[in-house]
Structure formats: structure tokens, C-alpha cells
């Protein structure tokens, strides 16, 4: 059953992968690094100033509570637990994957890091900020940067979809945790 699923995943993973053009290409390569993250989470720390006002400090630490966290339950509990192999270092996928700039990835495959942070600070933006216009962004954002990483050949789709899957989970419960007594304070 585990073969047939990774069969599977391999076949979406490199249909994704093979969609590729020259704008896709340039945009998919700089979407996946930290730089562009950046601008993101500036945004997201301006949002919450402008939007929280004096209270946004505990939602601007939370979140980043929550992001280290993630980070940690993957890069240091699941990937090398699972030690999966990224498709761009699988001997039998190699031939078939397309690569941007030759960009590749060491470590192992699953989870990503990527979708769970992103999605992580998706949810919680979400759940905090209650704004439409917001929540679209974000999640777009976070949509782009977890793709990023299929259509480079750096993660399986599935890496991606059980990273988003966990990363909404922690942005949903520390969104929640900010309604519990521990975090009220009062003038």
C-alpha cells in the first residue's frame, strides 16, 4: 500500500514539475528563497501594527513562537525520522525532473518546512486578523511558496500537503491561544 501511495505521489509530483515556462521558472525560483520570505513577513508585522495597534506585539511574538516551533518539530523530529528522499537526489526520478538553475536541496523530503512554516503563518493571520483582502494574500502566498518547492523537484507533493496540513494545525492552535487567560493583559 506505501508503494502504491508513493507511486502516485511521484507521478503528481513530476506532472508538476514538467509544468514548467520561462516565467513560471524565474518566479518559482526566487518565490522558494528566504529574500522574497522576507518582504512576507515584514508585511505581515506591518499588517498587524496597523491593524492590532498596541496589542499586536503578542500576536507578532506568538507567531514567531509558533514558526520556530514548526520548524523545529520538522527539521529536527520528522525529516530524519521519515528520511525520505527529496525527488531531486531519487536515482530513478533524476532524469525525469526539470531543474531551475540546477537548484537542488540536501537533507531529507518529508515533511516540508516550507508549507508547514507558511501555512502556519497563513492560518494564524487569518484566525488573528479576520480581514478578507489579508486572508487571500496570505494564503496565495503560502499556496506559491509551497508549489515552489514541487515544481523545483525539491519536495513530493505529499511532503507539501501533510507540511501545509501541519503547519494550519499550529497556526490554528496558537491562534487560539491567545484567547486563553494566560495571554490577557490589562491596562
Known amino acids: ?21 520561462e516565467i513560471l521558472d524565474f518566479l ?22 496597523a491593524i492590532k495597534k498596541k496589542q499586536f506585539w503578542k500576536d507578532v511574538l506568538l507567531l514567531t513562537l509558533a514558526v520556530i516551533i514548526v520548524s523545529i518539530i520538522v527539521a529536527v523530529f520528522i525529516k530524519p525520522n521519515v528520511a525520505r528522499l527529496r525527488p531531486c537526489n531519487t536515482a530513478k ?13 540536501d537533507s531529507f523530503s518529508f515533511l516540508s518546512s516550507h508549507a508547514a512554516t507558511s501555512f502556519t503563518i497563513a492560518t494564524f493571520v487569518h484566525a488573528r486578523l479576520r480581514k478578507n483582502y489579508i486572508s487571500i494574500l ?5 499556496f506559491a511558496y509551497s ?16 507540511g501545509a496540513i501541519l503547519g494550519a494545525f499550529f497556526g490554528k492552535i496558537f491562534s487560539l491561544s491567545l484567547k486563553s487567560k494566560i495571554f490577557r493583559y490589562k491596562n
Open 28 to 49: 518559482m525560483f526566487h518565490i522558494t528563497h528566504f529574500y522574497c520570505t522576507c518582504v512576507v513577513y515584514a508585511a505581515v508585522i506591518f499588517a498587524f501594527a
Open 1 to 21: 500500500m506505501l508503494e502504491f501511495i508513493e507511486n502516485i505521489d511521484a507521478k503528481i509530483s513530476l506532472f508538476i514539475n514538467n509544468l514548467h515556462c
Open 93 to 105: 526520478l533524476q532524469d525525469l525532473l526539470h531543474f531551475v538553475k540546477n537548484y537542488t536541496a
Open 147 to 162: 508549489y515552489s518547492r514541487i515544481y523545483l523537484g525539491v519536495h513530493f507533493f505529499g511532503d507539501v500537503l501533510c
Open 138 to 142: 496570505i494564503f496565495l502566498w503560502a
